[in-house]
């Protein structure tokens, strides 16, 4: 029995012939059965009709052309009656208008019939749309990042989402799959209600996808899924079964577990393009090991768009199948899938027998029901969107806090500052400022001692000096050690891919920066020239000369009286020599304790300065490379929020 129910055309073929069409002898013999069963049940389409429509299509003249034909064969124009011919062309130009109109009309109705053919194609809502960018958005983002295999699911989804938008909205493709000898192509034919994919002994029966549409309009979505037009099928003629499941693609799928890798492989091809999946299951394999752990369990997040049919209860005596069905919904929860029950949404189950026909009409009931709503392809689609984010989550979620805080921030700061010896330099800053002080506002006397002693003293000094070798070595150990620190410090709590472009990205920014730090150190160390002054110094240096010149004042005094050249009197020039003596210290004194503050806001300048220029060129180099890092993974993050439908912040 073929999946059309066959028609004889020896009428039409007649008529046909009464009309004097012409046709081949070829044509006459050709049969509906002898053709595909797709073009089969066309050419049935085609031969319906009546009227004049139906007459030119047969390759009959219409009433209006055997009309026009009766007045063109006058009698009295046959013998030669004078005619002006006005009558004629009226007659000529009424019908060349209705043959036009008729004309006109075909191809509307033929426009018309071909615009039903062509089913609108499949919108997806709001939500599904925002989370299929973010998922591109997502893919984007992390090509640079992220190995291709690591991507792969998530571009497979996006194409096969942009895929079967394209195609029909009003189509439900759903597949039959199932184990051997589960009956799941009884289960087929049952529904169709002709015996369309071989059923028997022989295992494996199903060797290729057979699929059997209720409707036209879905050779595109049949085209996606492989299958050649020698296995495409219609169902049983029934207005009942046609209003029932119109929209429906039945797929019957060869066994899951085939001997036949081939089998396998196609399985597991049409599975992940389908928009739905009915399991069918036998009272000895429905707890196999295979099915569950192969298939169910991975499919867990597809419940919406899956039934589990216990085929063949009519081998279960008494209560076995309600004990056999009770099972497999435990199996099934065990597996995560959800149970569509008490009207929650979840994975529909059912038992039947596609041998004695119980429990097909319930069956039927409900996949019409599920093949009405239109929504089953847009629910898959969101199912593989959820499948795909979960296996990216290890890769963009993570439960601990991320990011580079202020401590880690400041603390590199100061560790490329001391690389570059920034509180050393300030130090030196503070004691260049003291030692002028004392050279501007010391006595004479003191300051050309220590002429002196720092003439005798060696230039290398008391300490030995550290060769510029060893300095400029640890130097770079400091650095290496401030980036490796501060790029743990933001790499942690990162996924693995990213943690690792965040070290990469340090080392990157690492890579000449000992030397722009000693550059920069060169060029922020202390100023050229001597520290400024402040305004106090001027009288500080007047009142340390006027000590100088009592004590020289009365030295000479003393002298004079000791030769004879002026009259003694010890009392006057011993008092100004002693006010020399002491003033001149205390002057020094009280300078050295006034400039003990300028000098060390001068220190903490010039420290201030080396600090801000090696924190400048490390943020520049190390801080804001991790930052456009750490950045880039919060973009990403929130583009998986939107993937997983969590909103921005999750993960």
């Given at each position: 029995?073929?999946?059309?129910?066959?028609?004889?055309?020896?009428?039409?073929?007649?008529?046909?012939?009464?009309?004097?069409?012409?046709?081949?002898?070829?044509?006459?013999?050709?049969?509906?059965?002898?053709?595909?069963?797709?073009?089969?049940?066309?050419?049935?389409?085609?031969?319906?009709?009546?009227?004049?429509?139906?007459?030119?299509?047969?390759?009959?003249?219409?009433?209006?052309?055997?009309?026009?034909?009766?007045?063109?064969?006058?009698?009295?124009?046959?013998?030669?009656?004078?005619?002006?011919?006005?009558?004629?062309?009226?007659?000529?130009?009424?019908?060349?208008?209705?043959?036009?109109?008729?004309?006109?009309?075909?191809?509307?109705?033929?426009?018309?019939?071909?615009?039903?053919?062509?089913?609108?194609?499949?919108?997806?809502?709001?939500?599904?749309?925002?989370?299929?960018?973010?998922?591109?958005?997502?893919?984007?983002?992390?090509?640079?990042?992220?190995?291709?295999?690591?991507?792969?699911?998530?571009?497979?989804?996006?194409?096969?989402?942009?895929?079967?938008?394209?195609?029909?909205?009003?189509?439900?493709?759903?597949?039959?799959?199932?184990?051997?000898?589960?009956?799941?192509?009884?289960?087929?034919?049952?529904?169709?209600?002709v015996a369309i994919s071989e059923t028997g002994v022989r295992r494996p029966t199903t060797a290729?996808?057979?699929?059997?549409?209720?409707?036209?309009?879905?050779?595109?979505?049949?085209?996606?899924?492989?299958?050649?037009?020698?296995?495409?099928?219609?169902?049983?003629?029934?207005?009942?079964?046609?209003?029932?499941?119109?929209?429906?693609?039945?797929?019957?799928?060869?066994?899951?577990?085939?001997?036949?890798?081939?089998?396998?492989?196609?399985?597991?091809?049409?599975?992940?393009?389908?928009?739905?999946?009915?399991?069918?299951?036998?009272?000895?394999?429905?707890?196999?090991?295979?099915?569950?752990?192969?298939?169910?369990?991975?499919?867990?997040?597809?419940?919406?768009?899956?039934?589990?049919?216990?085929?063949?209860?009519?081998?279960?005596?008494?209560?076995?199948?309600?004990?056999?069905?009770?099972?497999?919904?435990?199996?099934?929860?065990?597996?995560?899938?959800?149970?569509?029950?008490?009207?929650?949404?979840?994975?529909?189950?059912?038992?039947?027998?596609?041998?004695?026909?119980?429990?097909?009409?319930?069956?039927?009931?409900?996949?019409?029901?599920?093949?009405?709503?239109?929504?089953?392809?847009?629910?898959?689609?969101?199912?593989?969107?959820?499948?795909?984010?979960?296996?990216?989550?290890?890769?963009?979620?993570?439960?601990?806090?991320?990011?580079?805080?202020?401590?880690a921030r400041d603390e590199f700061a100061a560790r490329l500052a001391d690389s570059v010896g920034?509180?050393?330099?300030?130090?030196?800053?503070?004691?260049?400022?003291?030692?002028?002080?004392?050279?501007?506002?010391?006595?004479?006397?003191?300051?050309?001692?220590?002429?002196?002693?720092?003439?005798?003293?060696?230039?290398?000094?008391?300490?030995?000096?550290?060769?510029?070798?060893?300095?400029?070595?640890?130097?770079?150990?400091?650095?290496?050690?401030?980036?490796?620190?501060?790029?743990?410090?933001?790499?942690?709590?990162?996924?693995?891919?990213?943690?690792?472009?965040?070290?990469?990205?340090?080392?990157?920014?690492?890579?000449?920066?000992?030397?722009?730090?000693?550059?920069?150190?060169?060029?922020?160390?202390?100023?050229?020239?001597?520290?400024?002054?402040?305004?106090?110094?001027?009288?500080?240096?007047?009142?340390?000369?006027?000590?100088?010149?009592?004590?020289?004042?009365?030295?000479?005094?003393?002298?004079?009286?000791?030769?004879?050249?002026?009259?003694?009197?010890?009392?006057?020039?011993?008092?100004?020599?002693?006010?020399?003596?002491?003033?001149?210290?205390?002057?020094?004194?009280?300078?050295?304790?006034?400039?003990?503050?300028?000098?060390?806001?001068?220190?903490?300048?010039?420290?201030?300065?080396?600090?801000?220029?090696?924190?400048?060129?490390?943020?520049?180099?190390?801080?804001?490379?991790?930052?456009?890092?750490?950045?880039?993974?919060?973009?990403?993050?929130?583009?998986y929020a939107r993937v997983t439908g969590a909103g921005v912040g999750a993960g």
């Amino acid at each position: 029995m073929t999946a059309v129910t066959d028609q004889d055309h020896t009428d039409e073929m007649d008529h046909a012939d009464r009309a004097g069409n012409g046709r081949d002898a070829d044509a006459k013999d050709e049969r509906p059965e002898n053709r595909p069963p797709v073009e089969a049940a066309q050419e049935i389409g085609d031969q319906e009709g009546t009227g004049d429509h139906a007459r030119v299509r047969a390759g009959a003249p219409s009433r209006t052309e055997s009309k026009a034909s009766a007045d063109s064969t006058d009698p009295e124009e046959s013998t030669g009656s004078w005619d002006d011919g006005l009558i004629a062309r009226r007659v000529n130009e009424a019908t060349a208008a209705q043959q036009a109109a008729a004309v006109e009309i075909r191809a509307s109705r033929a426009q018309a019939a071909h615009t039903a053919q062509v089913p609108a194609p499949l919108a997806y809502d709001g939500p599904l749309r925002s989370r299929l960018d973010a998922l591109r958005e997502l893919v984007g983002l992390s090509r640079t990042r992220l190995d291709s295999g690591t991507l792969a699911e998530a571009g497979r989804v996006l194409d096969e989402a942009a895929a079967r938008r394209r195609l029909s909205g009003q189509h439900t493709v759903v597949a039959i799959a199932g184990a051997t000898g589960s009956g799941k192509s009884q289960l087929f034919n049952a529904l169709a209600g002709v015996a369309i994919s071989e059923t028997g002994v022989r295992r494996p029966t199903t060797a290729a996808p057979i699929a059997c549409s209720w409707s036209d309009g879905a050779a595109t979505l049949i085209d996606r899924l492989g299958i050649p037009g020698r296995l495409r099928r219609r169902p049983l003629q029934s207005a009942e079964m046609e209003a029932q499941l119109r929209g429906l693609v039945l797929v019957d799928l060869p066994d899951h577990d085939s001997a036949a890798v081939a089998h396998r492989e196609q399985v597991d091809r049409v599975l992940a393009l389908v928009d739905a999946v009915i399991w069918v299951v036998d009272p000895e394999k429905y707890a196999d090991a295979i099915l569950h752990e192969r298939y169910l369990r991975p499919m867990a997040g597809h419940a919406e768009v899956m039934f589990v049919v216990l085929n063949q209860i009519d081998r279960l005596p008494g209560e076995a199948a309600d004990q056999v069905l009770d099972d497999l919904r435990r199996l099934l929860d065990e597996d995560g899938i959800a149970l569509g029950e008490y009207g929650e949404p979840g994975a529909t189950v059912l038992s039947l027998s596609a041998l004695t026909g119980d429990g097909i009409p319930e069956l039927r009931e409900v996949l019409g029901q599920f093949v009405a709503d239109r929504g089953a392809a847009a629910r898959r689609i969101s199912a593989d969107v959820d499948a795909a984010a979960w296996r990216l989550r290890p890769v963009y979620a993570t439960g601990r806090r991320t990011g580079l805080s202020e401590e880690a921030r400041d603390e590199f700061a100061a560790r490329l500052a001391d690389s570059v010896g920034a509180t050393a330099a300030g130090e030196a800053a503070e004691r260049a400022w003291l030692r002028n002080a004392n050279r501007a506002c010391g006595t004479p006397w003191l300051r050309l001692w220590r002429w002196y002693n720092d003439r005798r003293e060696p230039t290398t000094g008391r300490l030995p000096v550290r060769a510029q070798a060893d300095e400029e070595a640890t130097a770079r150990q400091r650095v290496e050690q401030a980036v490796r620190t501060v790029a743990d410090r933001a790499s942690g709590g990162l996924p693995a891919p990213w943690a690792q472009a965040v070290r990469e990205a340090a080392v990157r920014g690492a890579q000449g920066l000992p030397e722009a730090l000693d550059e920069l150190a060169e060029r922020a160390g202390l100023p050229v020239g001597r520290p400024p002054r402040p305004g106090w110094w001027p009288a500080a240096v007047l009142a340390q000369a006027s000590m100088t010149i009592l004590q020289v004042v009365g030295g000479l005094w003393l002298l004079g009286q000791i030769i004879g050249f002026m009259a003694p009197n010890l009392g006057v020039p011993v008092l100004l020599m002693v006010a020399g003596i002491i003033g001149g210290p205390l002057v020094e004194w009280s300078c050295r304790m006034a400039a003990r503050g300028p000098a060390r806001r001068y220190g903490h300048d010039a420290e201030r300065r080396l600090r801000e220029a090696a924190a400048g060129c490390g943020r520049a180099r190390v801080l804001d490379p991790l930052a456009a890092e750490l950045l880039r993974y919060r973009e990403v993050r929130e583009q998986y929020a939107r993937v997983t439908g969590a909103g921005v912040g999750a993960g």
